[in-house]
């Protein structure tokens, strides 16, 4: 039997809760689809710091380095940039997509969009720092590029676009960012997929273009911090970000899969933050290990308990809904997993 092992880094706030969610379903999804899982519990953020006084802790490092994926909750400050980092896991897949079922009382366009944001350079890891000269205290961060980390991640995005219906957006600001030429790179790469459209735009006008016509739009590629504020754009144009997962892939294929909301300490610790987020993730992840099969089948539950009304609170609209937790949901999974089992078996047997 086919083992795997995931290094599950909850993190903080509601980190905790949607990553042991989603570790209880992948657990079922595994005995269901024929392969086993190790699951290693790493520290990372807050508790991190107070006990290894990092962080990120070395401990915590080998755990994901001995994985085959990370599964991420959430962290407020610390660690996560570091994680990124040490593994360059610089190419962040954030897929946004309208459930059905979500569309029509909420009044949504049917979207289809992939947010491709490079993750570990930019602004997030340019040099920074504070200080003071005759004019005041003074703070700077800096948006440093190397053309050859543009080119890669512009690779990543035109395959993307290849598969899929061919458009690819590249957010820019080079009327005002001269230096970093995202347009003029983007398109150069380009040239090796005359099967994708690339269309070069000001990141500002890329923003009211996601907003008055979403449909629009196929692949998006970003630096880092225009990917981060776009992302979450996406997530208002779904329902929630909390809907939201991604997989962050470093060269090799090797990934972090973590949600793309935060760690939401006003309703931690109560049972009602939404792990579909998280499932998203894993399910990537699986897609990630080939494990096709088991990824559908978890997609099919969520798309299905979508279908039939159930909402967390992030997500409750009408009252037509039915507003459950937690727990409550992961049951619901559990069982709707279950029944495709029984269909399954009774398949093979007729
Ligand atoms: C995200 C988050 C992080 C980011 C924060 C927590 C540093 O907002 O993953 O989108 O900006 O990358
Ligand atoms: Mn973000």
């Known amino acids: 039997?086919?083992?795997?092992?995931?290094?599950?880094?909850?993190?903080?706030?509601?980190?905790?809760?949607?990553?042991?969610?989603?570790?209880?379903?992948?657990?079922?999804?595994?005995?269901k689809h024929n392969f086993s899982l190790q699951i290693n519990y790493g520290e990372i953020g807050q508790a991190a710091l107070e006990k290894y006084g990092s962080y990120f802790p070395e401990a915590t490092s080998q755990i994901c380095d001995r994985s085959d994926g990370i599964l991420f909750g959430a962290v407020n400050k610390g660690g996560l940039l570091e994680l990124r980092q040490q593994f360059e896991f610089f190419a962040n897949l954030r897929p946004v997509k309208t459930h059905p079922s979500l569309k029509s009382e909420r009044g949504f366009s049917?979207?289809?969009?992939?947010?491709?944001?490079?993750?570990?350079?930019?602004i997030y890891f340019g040099a920074s720092g504070?200080?003071?000269?005759?004019?005041?205290?003074?703070?700077?961060?800096?948006?440093?590029?190397?053309d050859w980390q543009i080119e890669r991640i512009a690779k990543i995005a035109l395959e993307k676009a290849k598969q899929r219906k061919g458009l690819l957006t590249v957010a820019h600001k080079e009327n005002a960012l001269p230096h970093l030429p995202w347009k003029k790179l983007v398109l150069e790469v380009a040239r090796e997929y005359p099967e994708v459209t690339v269309e070069p735009m000001l990141v500002d006008n890329l923003a009211m273009q996601l907003v008055i016509q979403p449909q629009h739009f196929d692949v998006i590629v970003a630096g880092n911090l225009f990917g981060d504020i776009l992302s979450d754009l996406g997530g208002a144009l779904v329902g929630s970000v909390g809907l939201l997962g991604s997989a962050s892939l470093n060269e090799s294929g090797f990934g972090l899969y973590e949600p793309i909301h935060g760690t939401a300490p006003d309703i931690a610790g109560k049972d009602i933050a939404n792990p579909l987020g998280t499932f998203a993730s894993a399910i990537m992840m699986l897609e990630q290990?080939?494990?096709?099969?088991?990824?559908?089948?978890?997609?099919?539950?969520?798309?299905?308990?979508?279908?039939?009304g159930y909402r967390t609170q992030d997500l409750y609209f009408h009252d037509s809904e039915i507003?459950?937790?937690?727990?409550?949901?992961?049951?619901?999974?559990?069982?709707?997993?279950?029944?495709?089992?029984?269909?399954?078996?009774?398949?093979?047997?007729?």
Do not use: C
């Open 130 to 146: 504070r200080g003071e000269d005759e004019r005041g205290n003074f703070g700077y961060h800096t948006m440093h590029y190397y």
């Open 289 to 308: 290990w080939g494990e096709h099969e088991a990824a559908k089948d978890w997609q099919q539950s969520w798309d299905a308990i979508l279908t039939e």
């Open 323 to 350: 507003l459950i937790n937690t727990s409550e949901l992961v049951q619901l999974f559990l069982r709707k997993l279950n029944s495709s089992f029984i269909k399954k078996k009774s398949n093979t047997l007729t």
């Open 1 to 31: 039997m086919k083992q795997y092992t995931v290094a599950a880094l909850p993190g903080e706030g509601i980190g905790l809760e949607v990553v042991e969610a989603t570790l209880t379903i992948l657990q079922k999804v595994a005995a």
């Open 110 to 122: 049917a979207i289809d969009i992939l947010f491709v944001r490079e993750l570990v350079s930019g």
